[in-house]
């Protein structure tokens, strides 16, 4: 199997489980660059580092009831692989606090020596 | 609405209606280049040009029933957008003709200009 259906296979587990810190910790290369479709007032778009990604997905997890996910995938191509996410979600604070709704996305990956070096996430904002 | 978004919402439509030629005549670059996750011997991985991918999708249609298609997406970010497909198909020809399977993938677009230059599918070979 190659490194990008393995590292894909992985991280679909993980991320089906909820683990998502743990498939970062394993799966993610120190220097990882992660990009939002857009960025917010509080949030860019083009993050860099292991600990900014870990920041932001604490801020996501601390903010947000997960009520049910959907994890599709992964769809490799080459060194890239594609996870279809699919969030039923309560927002826990700010403007859309006590509000339920579906956050419905596709993630592309690069893999480079075994290791996620890119993540970017696709949706309509 | 950006162009990216457009082209997106006009491919996913014209797809959900089986209408691939009207959507590679009106939204594809004459130099479009398409690249499957793996070639086969009578079929390149990478394809350049408008003939050669129209003939790939005559191919694809002349050998296929499509009994179902579920389109989803456009999820745009930049000047891409990824959509997810999963048809269920019966071959009419070749090593697996008569055979009722389920094709399942993503694919990645690239929008430079108002038209889309690349397309790359993304599933497990």
Same mark, same amino acid.
């Given at each position: 199997?190659?490194?990008?259906?393995?590292?894909?296979?992985?991280?679909?587990?993980?991320?089906?489980?909820?683990? +998502?810190?743990?498939?970062?910790?394993?799966? #993610?290369?120190?220097? /990882?660059?992660? /990009? &939002?479709? @857009?960025? =917010?007032?509080n949030m860019p778009a083009r993050m860099? =580092? !292991?600990?900014?990604?870990?920041?932001?997905? +604490?801020?996501?997890?601390e903010n947000h009831e997960v009520h049910k996910? &959907? $994890?599709?995938?992964?769809?490799?191509?080459?060194?890239?692989? /594609?996870?279809?996410?699919?969030?039923?979600?309560?927002?826990?604070?700010?403007? !859309?606090? =006590?509000?339920?709704?579906?956050?419905?996305? @596709?993630?592309? #990956?690069?893999?480079?020596?075994?290791? $996620?070096?890119?993540? &970017?996430?696709?949706?309509? +904002?």
């Amino acid at each position: 199997m190659s490194d990008t259906l393995t590292v894909g296979k992985k991280l679909v587990d993980l991320c089906r489980q909820g683990k +998502t810190h743990e498939a970062m910790d394993t799966l #993610y290369s120190p220097h /990882i660059v992660s /990009i &939002e479709a @857009a960025g =917010g007032p509080n949030m860019p778009a083009r993050m860099e =580092g !292991m600990a900014a990604i870990k920041g932001k997905a +604490t801020w996501w997890e601390e903010n947000h009831e997960v009520h049910k996910a &959907e $994890v599709e995938g992964p769809f490799p191509h080459g060194d890239r692989f /594609i996870v279809r996410f699919k969030y039923d979600v309560t927002a826990k604070a700010g403007p !859309m606090a =006590g509000k339920r709704f579906t956050m419905d996305e @596709a993630a592309l #990956y690069t893999v480079k020596d075994g290791k $996620v070096t890119h993540e &970017e996430f696709f949706y309509t +904002t």
